[in-house]
């Protein structure tokens, strides 16, 4: 069973690797089922350019090094190959690597793997991934519903701990969760769903965000194939998946990217830009064209392979910035004597163009925390080029404000009102993520004041005013029911909280907001453009009320909404409205069926009464701790 000279590379192959423009490296790179000569076997294909031999070892030949050496191929790329007869699907294997420098040797898993050992074990596994799409339908009008125009809620979930078979112990398997989280994301009308990182990763408590099985979904929770399953499912039930995707850094295990063949050959070699101190991790060496190769690759596999109709990139700002959680002296400015990492912005901005380039009706979203220009801009006018970019002021002044007791409302109103200013410049998502419920921050229950109803009022105010807020809605798995302790990735959801009329008022609450979203263009249409928003009065902070419009392709459609963000009843609160008619109540986060007081208005007909800078005004009843939300009927 010795290895036999082969290749899947062409030399165009080659060229596009060395240039840093082979997308699909998949195709070629790793372990692939194949036939030569009529005998069935695997091609064997590892980057190692450090390398002074290689081998593949494996159950098939004892972990042998020597047995099955690879042969390197002649030009100059790298790249060593073979063909190793016999070796089947499921079988185990490593790269043997002995380097060039220092003699070192090295075990490491496939870099392309499509499947993997489950951890603490950390082999490559061979496999041929298939599976019969069912999600046509879904596919083919992906890009309507997946476009900046239309809703855009997300559930975001760790597979692990959203729901446990307790009496077994573990945590359901894909294709569990195919039956039942797909049922319960469409039951709460959410428009999408995104996953925590699915790639393999060797340690739990990093929830997914350290990967070394770039290529590879967990294998935690069944094969590749039921992960299909999963993401077909969801499709067939009209819900679009997001992946949560790492390009920022990985582990340093033994058997990873890290020192791959005796060299720093995925790290950047200089540690003031290839070692994260705050995760204790490598960062890519974004300025190797090979490595560029690589990870533009894995987004694209994502995207092809898996149907994933978006990743949401993590960290973008430790990608960005040379300085990122360093000390002076600790980091190098570029060539300009700036802070910006140009490697990285430039790995970005061809990240973006190859994925929007490679399909229709797929997003981006970066998690970026900074001021950074155009994250989410096209590349061709100086953008990043993501889709959307997560608005983490808006996250953090809202959380701020809505914690202080409404007796002090009065004086922080600009906390509510100031995302408003700079709203319009990125295609913003609001996301109350799983960061937000972890690490002492409480839930984002256990952050709302006051006695027990008053702490739900608020959350059903808090989400009332985030639905209604220009801008996509992320919200992480537990919030939609109120969750009252901190998220445990451990541990199951609590959902015996269910069984109480506060928790399960949130649960419709969530429900209703999303089809409230879905059902109104006025909150979709134009949510990332600045003529779909228009205050109405944002400096009554004495009675610590917000009144705004949202404004969508057809003014009959536009809504008024407005905050009562403290306790008291408010009668007779007048409003500014642009036209003479009716106002008519179609949501009110007070409502008895969410388990509020059932303050509620009946049809407020208009006045000739200019208020607010408008022509005309009504008087309505405010809620306590409740927003409302009223179409309006010119007459």
């Known amino acids: 069973m010795k290895t036999i000279p082969h290749s899947l590379f062409t030399e165009f192959d080659i060229e596009l690797f060395k240039a840093g423009k082979h997308y699909r490296l998949y195709e070629k790179m790793g372990a692939h089922l ?84 489950t951890p603490p074990n950390t082999a490559s596994v061979v496999w041929d991934t298939r599976h019969k799409w069912k999600d046509a339908k879904w596919m083919d009008k992906r890009a309507g519903k997946n476009s900046l125009q239309s809703p855009f809620s997300v559930y975001e979930v760790h597979l692990g701990s959203w729901k446990k078979k307790v009496e077994e112990n573990r945590s359901l398997s894909y294709v569990e969760l195919a039956d039942e989280l797909v049922q319960y994301v469409k039951e709460m009308q959410f428009t999408h769903v995104e996953f925590m990182p699915i790639m393999e990763y060797p340690y739990d408590p990093s929830w997914g965000y350290q990967l070394v099985g770039y290529f590879a979904p967990t294998s935690r929770f069944g094969k590749p194939e039921d992960f299909m399953l999963l993401v077909d499912k969801f499709h067939q039930a009209g819900i679009g998946v997001i992946l949560d995707w790492v390009p920022s850094h990985f582990p340093d295990d033994a058997h990873g990217l890290g020192f791959f063949d005796g060299t720093h050959l995925y790290e950047h070699p200089d540690r003031r830009k290839g070692y994260h101190p705050d995760w204790k991790s490598l960062i890519f060496n974004y300025g190797r064209n090979e490595v560029r190769s690589f990870l533009i690759s894995n987004a694209i596999f994502w995207l092809d392979k898996y149907h994933a109709d978006g990743l949401r990139v993590d960290a973008v700002a430790s990608m960005l910035y040379l300085d990122y959680s360093r000390k002076d002296g600790e980091w190098e400015p570029n060539i300009y004597g700036g802070r910006e990492n140009l490697e990285a912005v430039s790995f970005l901005k061809e990240l973006n163009e190859a994925v929007y380039g490679s399909f229709t009706g797929v997003q981006t979203i970066a998690e970026e925390s900074t001021s950074f220009p155009m994250v989410s801009r096209p590349t061709y006018i100086g953008g990043l080029g993501f889709g959307m970019k997560w608005m983490m002021g808006w996250m953090h002044d809202t959380l701020e404000y809505f914690k202080k007791e409404p007796i002090y409302r009065r004086h922080h109103q600009n906390d509510l009102t100031f995302s408003m200013t700079y709203a319009f410049t990125e295609n913003f998502m609001l996301p109350l993520s799983h960061d937000e419920v972890v690490y002492g921050k409480h839930s984002i229950l256990g952050r709302m004041p006051g006695d027990e109803w008053q702490r739900f009022a608020n959350l059903r105010l808090l989400y009332s005013f985030m639905f209604t807020h220009p801008g996509a809605k992320l919200l992480f798995m537990g919030g939609e029911f109120g969750q009252s302790g901190e998220w445990n990735f451990e541990q199951s959801l609590d959902w015996h909280l269910l069984e109480y009329n506060y928790h399960n008022g949130i649960k419709n609450l969530v429900t209703a907001l999303n089809k409230l979203y879905k059902k109104q263009p006025a909150l979709y249409e134009k949510q990332f453009a600045g003529d779909g928003f228009e205050w109405i009065n944002y400096s009554d902070s004495e009675n610590s009320v917000i009144a705004y419009m949202r404004k969508g392709e057809k003014e009959e459609e536009n809504l008024i909404i407005v905050c009562n963000l403290t306790p008291v009843i408010r009668d007779n609160y007048r409003i500014g409205v642009p036209v003479q008619g009716k106002l008519k109540e179609i949501f009110n986060s007070d409502d008895a069926a969410f388990g509020g007081s059932g303050v509620k208005n009946k049809t407020v007909k208009t ?13 309505l009843v405010l809620p306590p701790l409740a927003t409302v939300v009223f179409t309006m009927k010119e007459k």
């Not at 016999?86 to 220092?102: A, M």
């Not at 006045?607 to 008087?619: C, D, G």
């Open 34 to 117: 194949t036939e030569l000569d009529g005998v069935k076997g695997t091609y064997f294909a590892v980057w190692a350019p450090a390398a002074k031999a290689v081998s593949v070892i494996g159950d098939f030949n004892y972990w042998l090094e020597g047995e099955n050496p690879l042969f390197v191929r002649w030009d100059g790329s790298g790249i060593w190959e073979g063909f190793v007869p016999n070796v089947d699907k499921g079988s185990k294997y490593k790269y043997k690597i002995q380097s060039h420098h220092n003699d070192i040797k090295t075990e490491k898993a496939d870099p392309f793997a499509f499947y993997c050992e």
């Open 607 to 619: 006045e000739s009464i200019a208020w607010n800078h408008k022509p005309y005004s009504a008087e």
